[in-house]
């Protein structure tokens, strides 16, 4: 198999076997009109196996919000073909517009245009609710 290098974009590393089309459906991937090539199931001596996603381009969004499915996922940043950064992402204390609230009394069920915004109430449990009704992020 050969997957090419990217020369500006994104690989995201070390997802859980299995987890990789998760992240490309939480992300909208199947969007975006840039090559995304994902890679399931990748021998690794740490996990033994694992999940890569490499998209060939950069996004407009905060990929911290990953740290909501998976904190141990590595995200490489590349520019000019070389790695510029690297990083674990954390539970963010907010997340817009990528979580959904399933509230069908929700203001955001009847706004459409308002932005669905939750924030994180117990880092332990890794709970979000929504910041608008209180209800529980599902997921």
Known sequence: MNIDSI???I?????????GMKIYNF???????????????????????????????ELDVDLNALGYIDSD????IIKNGVRTEKYHPTL???????????????????????????KLTDEEKRIYRC???EAKAEG
Request: aromatic fraction near 2%; charged fraction near 25%; proline fraction near 3%.
């Open 92 to 118: 963010p204390e907010r997340i817009t517009g990528i979580i959904k609230c399933k509230n069908p009394r929700c203001i955001t069920t009847t706004e459409q245009e308002l932005a669905h915004v939750f």
């Open 27 to 57: 992300l909208n991937l199947d969007e975006l009109e840039c090559s995304v090539a994902i890679i399931k199931n990748v021998h690794s001596k740490l996990m033994g196996k694992k999940d890569i996603i490499k998209i060939d381009a």
């Open 7 to 9: 020369k500006t974009g």
């Open 131 to 133: 910041l608008y009704c």
């Open 73 to 76: 996922i590595t995200i490489n």
């Open 11 to 19: 690989v995201i590393d070390h997802i859980k076997a299995g987890e």
